[in-house]
């Protein structure tokens, strides 16, 4: 796989974890804000309903035994219904101590009015609770008793007459002190209503965000591939080059200061050196085969398996073979007994030395036409940056 498409799946799969991670962010944050809205819209209907509640019960001078509509807890729930009226908000007043059966606390009500009851300060509570697989935001803001609520739920001796007639003695709804908590509003949002509006904020931030992280990720490989894939392009090309021509004298263009032109520095480095000493090299063979070429001796340059590299004129004689043919070929094939040559060989590589090395030895060699001559043999070793290389010398003793 090349590194192109390594690094764009890298990026896609970054930039795809990185928009699931913005979209759960931003489906959270829209959650708690279109909550936080919920709260604050039920909040306000429930204040203004005790505020009329509050306003009613201090202004009302005994109209309410004459017109029921005017009892500040039946006009408080009539108007409540007018606000609420077409709007997913469900509002009523409850009280553990009601007296309309219509207030009395659901479940979840008489829990969180005990609660709140039980608290030195009463605070309002918030929650979103399930129910029958259907959830809703629920919120509770307590009423508390003043003094001109006492009129109706003080005792039952200072209740007025309809209140008694309605109420009788020893009704749970008698008896408040001022600032004891005589109820709450309770407002009820069911949430998919809120999560309507939630799919459709989201939806149109998930498509900015996408438009968003569509154009960074556009920009992000421009970026990569002219910074980064582009020249590191440029020197593998190079070095493909280098590698299937030999070519020393290719350079690659510096394209920065950065790491990327700091790597064709040493890439332009590597080849100026490699040129200098394959120039050195080559200039050196040239020498050697220069002086083998006027020895009076047939010269022979072999590899540690016997492999022929060099021969002079005088070698081509002694074996009747041109040069060309005789490159590749192994000097133990133009040996009579090749033994001698190759343990001195292996004597060299495992001990540093041999008997054989740096010695005349008498050997027997044959041409290309099987015959036999007796030759004085003085093999030598030079190393190279590679490996070994032997060069024997042979002077004919007789033929």
Known sequence: MRITTKLTLIISVLLITLFMALGWNSYQHELRLIQQQGVEKARIIARQIIETRDYLSRAEQGEAAHNFALVPQVAASRIAVRITEGSPYYVRQVSLRNRNPENKPDQYEASELARIAATPVPQESYRVVGSNGKEALRYLLPMTAEKSCLTCHGSFESAPRFVQERFPKGHPSYNYQVGEVIGAISVSV???????????????????ES?????????????????????????????????SSGNYT???EQPGNDEIGHLVASFNE??????????QRAESDERYRNFIEIAQSPIITFLPDGKIVIANQKA????????EELLGQSICDFMADPEPLRAGIRDYFQAGSSSLIGTTSLQTVRNVCGKLFEVEMVISVSQTDQEAMFTAILRTTKS
Request: aromatic content about 6%.
């Open 211 to 243: 438009a968003i992280l569509l154009l960074l990720l556009v920009f992000t490989g421009w970026v990569i591939h002219r910074a980064i894939l582009k020249p590191v392009a440029t020197v593998a090309k190079g070095i493909e080059g280098v590698a």
């Open 270 to 279: 590597l080849m100026a050196e490699l040129e200098r000493r394959t120039l």
């Open 316 to 323: 081509e004689q002694l074996f009747g073979l041109t040069k």
């Open 190 to 208: 069911p949430m998919r209503e809120l999560y309507r509006s939630i799919d459709s904020n989201l939806f149109h931030g998930l498509v900015i």
């Open 250 to 252: 290719q350079r690659i």
